[in-house]
C-alpha cells in the first residue's frame, strides 16, 4: 500500500514537471521572434497616379512607369519593402510632411521654393520643358491664337506655378485658366472641347499622342526645368542613401535597361548622357 502511494506522487511530480517544461517553452516560442530576423525597412514612394510615362496606375490595378520601376529596384538593390502611395499632387508636400509617405518620386519638377522651405532634394534627373496640346484641326499653331481661349492646366504643377509667375502675361492673353486636380481630367475636358489647350509636361504630351489620335504640341520654347526627389527636411541620409542606389543602377547598367522600355524620355535622363 505504501508503495503505490509512493508510485502515485512519483508519477504526478513527472506530470507537474512536464507539464511546466511544456508551458515554458509554448510561452517562448509564442512571444520570442528568432534573434537573426531582421526587420526590413519599408520605404513608401509618393506618387501621382495619373501621370505616364513616369508613374501610373495601370488597368491591372498595379502601379507602372519609369519612375515606378527605378525606386523598386532601388528598394530591391538595398533590401528594402517597396510600397506606393497615391498623393493628392497640389497637398503634396502636406502629405510627405505628414509622414504618409518617405519621399515624392513623381516627375517632380524642382523649384527654388521647396528649397527655401527646406526640403531634401536630389541631384535632378531628367530635363523637361513645358508645352501647350491642341487638337489637330485646331487651327492653333502658336501661343499667340490661344488668344481668349479656354487653357486647361494641373492644380499643384510647375505648369500653373509658370502661368501664375513667369508666364502671367501670356495667361493674362487667355479667356480662362482651367484648373483641374489631374493631367487625366485636363485631357479629357480637351477631348470634350470643356477647353481648347492644356499646359502640361512635354513628356505627358508625347505619351498622349503616342496613345490617342488627333493631337499636337505647339512648340514653342516656354523654358526648362528638371524632375528630381523630394525628402522632408530631416531626411538628407535617407536622400544620399537612394541617390548613392541609384548610381549603382546606372553603373551596372539596371537604370539603362529600364529606359528602354520608355523611348519617349530616354534622351532627356541625365544620368544616360
Known sequence: MKMKKI???TLALLMLVTCFAACGKKTQDSTTAPKN???KRKFIMGVDPEYPPFSNLGDDGEYTGFDIEVCKAVCDYLGWDFEVFAVNWDNKLVQLDAKECDCIW???TIL???KEQGYVISKPYFDNRQVLLVKNDSGFNTS???SGKYVAVQLGTSGEKLLNNDLKDLAATFKEVVTCDSFLKCFTELEGNAVDAVF???PVADEYIANHNGYKVIDENFGVEQYGIVFRSTD????QEVEKAVAALVENGTYAKIAEKYPDIKDNLIFLK
Open 7 to 9: 508510485l502515485a506522487v
Open 37 to 39: 530576423e531582421e526587420t
Open 106 to 108: 513623381s516627375g517632380l
Open 112 to 114: 527654388d521654393s521647396m
Open 144 to 146: 499667340k491664337d490661344l
Open 200 to 202: 502640361v509636361d512635354q
Open 236 to 239: 538628407q541620409e535617407l536622400c
